[in-house]
């Protein structure tokens, strides 16, 4: 897969969860442009860039959308590689659950994205990632009850 600024922007969009108009009007950024750098046709200008790093949704990913770099959620050098969320136990097991149904719907947002699947408009990856948590809570547990003993 490509790691252009457009193909890391788009990669971040779909990772908040928002159309283009939507997330070009968070940003205050004028839809037909922010258009035209998700497909590569121009580069954003120094002050749309600076957007990118006051927004809260996106300032923890500014850097890498800007040079490929340092993706907040990677295991390696490669920004589209996203890492399997490890709990520590300093997480409650509501933040841990909190934790796993995020990750899980940014996941699946990511794997839509790829072309492994197709999003419709009625998909709820909220629900799927509570889903997920249901079915694997017991393989969880008992993970963690292993690694202790070890």
């Not at 258009?35 to 809260?56: A, C, D, N, Q, W």
């Not at 050098?77 to 890492?83: D, V």
């Not at 998909?123 to 547990?141: I, N, V």
Request: proline fraction near 6%; charge should be neutral; charged fraction near 25%.
């Amino acid at each position: 897969m490509s790691n252009t600024f457009a193909t890391r922007l788009k990669q971040l969009r779909i990772s908040v969860d928002e159309s283009q108009v939507s997330f070009a009007e968070m940003l205050e950024i004028p839809v037909p442009s922010y258009r035209k750098y998700e497909k590569g046709e121009r580069e954003p200008t120094l002050s749309v860039i600076s957007k990118f790093f006051e927004h809260p949704s996106t300032k923890a990913f500014a850097q890498w959308l800007i040079t490929g770099e340092n993706h907040p959620n990677a295991t390696t050098n490669n920004p589209t590689s996203m890492q399997a969320y490890t709990p520590t136990p300093f997480l409650s097991e509501d933040e841990f659950e909190q934790q796993f149904v995020k990750t899980a719907k940014e996941t699946l947002l990511f794997m839509c994205h790829l072309g492994w699947f197709k999003s419709t408009k009625t998909a709820d990856f909220e629900t799927s990632g509570q889903l997920l948590l249901r079915d694997l809570k017991p393989l969880l547990a008992g993970s963690f009850r292993n690694n202790k003993s070890a």
